[in-house]
């Protein structure tokens, strides 16, 4: 039975990788094709290139993460939880997607790990270690800092590009900044991948501890391959409802700011992935920072009771995951014995 439910989890984890890259890719590529500073397909090329170099560098960080993350029962227990909070995870994803709504994977991640851990503990099992500091490190103060500090700084570097284009014709400004949206995008795309990669090959060696197929001494170069080609594949396949929504619903972007939020972002994702090692949500910090840059204007151009929405999702994705990840982990109980 440890096998089956291994291979279980095993093809769930490559099917959230591509949910991810699917979902994601929208914040890419969302402000250079809203901008016109790439076409679609190039965009999307351009982020399945710049993804699938990310994700295979940030498997040497998953045993890190691994090891500071959670601890899970070992045996079939411990991949009953990973199933239930993977599958939770998905659902809420695609949910977000239909709707257009820009959500973090990795917040409902660890919300369903967290619910399926809760109800291993009420059925008398072991529940997931660590998962207190977790929920802290990994969603709390990330969903509450990080997209203050990206609208924040996206505000506020408005102020030194537009000085220092002020004695430039409209046209060659934008046109420059065009120019520099696509290596941001390229950017914005390579720190995806260092973040997301890391969590995916996480999750696979979790699967690894709990099945006694490895002592997390080390990633299989399996587990990099399968997380970096399923993460670009979603991205090469491109959910672009959630790019409709940064690019043209939330708010009025030009190359300028375009420019300004896709670099900052893409440096608070190097910063989190490899100077600090936390799980910064992509999704969270280009959203933020779109906000930030088009607020600096001198009209109002956000939709606010769309803003207000996104942020009342937000809130609610790490919790409506472990709501599910409880009641699946509950409906798998008997094939854990």
Known sequence: MTAVIFGVVVVLTAAFAFLNGFRDVSTSVALATRTRALTPSVAVLLAA?????????????????ARTWISLPPGPEGLGILTAGLVSSCAWGLLMW????????????????????????AVGGGGVGGVDQSLLFQVILPLLLSPVVAYSGAFLLVYPATWGARYTQPNVVNQRFRRSQAIAAGAVAFGHGLQDGQRVSAVLLLALLAAGYADGGSIPVWVALLSAVMITAGTLFGGWRISYTIGHKITRIDPLRGSVAQIFSAVMLFVGAIGLHWPLSTTHLVTASVLGAGENQNFSVTNRRLVIRILGLWLLTPVAAAALGFVLALALTPLEH
Not at 52 to 65: E, Q, W
């Open 49 to 65: 290139f710049f993804n699938l170099v990310g994700a295979l560098l940030s498997a040497s960080l998953a045993v890190a993460v």
């Open 98 to 121: 239909r709707r257009g709504i820009p959500a973090s994977s990795t917040h409902a991640l660890v919300g369903g790990l967290a619910g399926a851990g809760l109800a291993s503990l």
